[in-house]
């Protein structure tokens, strides 16, 4: 089973980044179409990288979530523990660190994904992040007081 190439409108996310290895000749290809989309990455690190980092089984008690954001054409977020990122799955809103090994956290997603696609392949490298992010780089100005007086 060979990778096939996304089409030019699309932005990756783990179910299509995070591909089983191909299979060698003579070799069954390996299924992992039953591996929920943020658990991917996991067995991606097993086999592209060498290394067994266990699944989560918890999620880290009362942390709020963090932000997914569209880095040029992926779907990304990025650990506030460690501070790697990781491409995740708007699928399944769930983000385990396999640096840190951190416990599951929740994912925040656009209620319109679609769309967030959409404004981010209008763009020349294909950024969109969520306005209520608080490290969004272009913080919407403040109303200003009616009360403050106006220079």
Known sequence: MAATA????????AETYYLPPTPRRGQTPQDWSQVPGAELVYKWLEYKMGRRVPVPTEFVPDHPGLYARIDDGRWVAEC?????????SVL????????????????IVPDDIPAAEAEALALP???????????????????????????
């Open 6 to 13: 996304l089409p030019a409108d699309a932005i990756v996310q």
């Open 80 to 88: 506030d523990n460690c501070r790697s990122a990781w491409i995740v």
């Open 92 to 107: 399944d809103p769930r983000f385990g660190c396999g640096e840190c090994k951190r416990d599951w956290v929740p994912l």
């Open 125 to 151: 490298r294909r950024w969109w992040w969520n306005p209520a992010d608080p490290l969004n780089p272009v913080q919407p100005e403040p109303e200003p007081d009616p009360e403050e007086p106006q220079p």
